[in-house]
């Protein structure tokens, strides 16, 4: 069983930075690809960055690459999201998951991850 716990959401005015958190469990942590989606109320959940099990790949939408950088801590069992030049178009909740598959490639699709975390709020305002 894995569980998630996100941390470090907040209200942040546009052009600032903010670091999200995900505590993961389980003895395997190595072994989980990580992702980070985020939703707004009332619309589909959507990809945000992920990173591979082994740390050597990582994906980003395109709304957020060269802005957002996803990074993992092996010893700490915890994965990151730094968030630099926010916009008020990233509001949203922000959700950490978890894929047990070793896959290769970090997957985008929500259906690719069979564990999430609670989800934290991001609010960017004007």
């Known amino acids: 069983q894995v569980q998630l716990v996100e941390l470090g959401g907040g209200l942040v005015q546009a052009g600032g930075s903010l670091r999200l958190s995900c505590a993961a469990s389980g003895r395997t942590f190595s072994h989980y690809g990580m992702g980070w989606f985020r939703q707004v109320s009332g619309t589909e959940r959507e990809f945000v960055a992920a990173?591979?099990?082994?740390?050597?790949?990582?994906n980003y939408a395109d709304s957020v690459k060269g802005r957002f950088t996803i990074s993992r801590d092996y010893a700490k069992n915890m994965v990151y999201l730094q968030m630099n030049s926010l916009k008020p178009e990233d509001t949203a909740v922000y959700y950490c998951?978890?894929?047990?598959?070793?896959?290769?490639?970090?997957?985008?699709?929500?259906?690719?991850?069979?564990?999430w975390g609670q989800g934290t709020q991001v609010t960017v305002s004007s």
């Open positions: 998951a978890a894929d047990t598959t070793l896959r290769w490639v970090p997957g985008t699709g929500k259906d690719e991850y069979g564990y």
């Open positions: 990173i591979s099990w082994s740390g050597g790949r990582d």
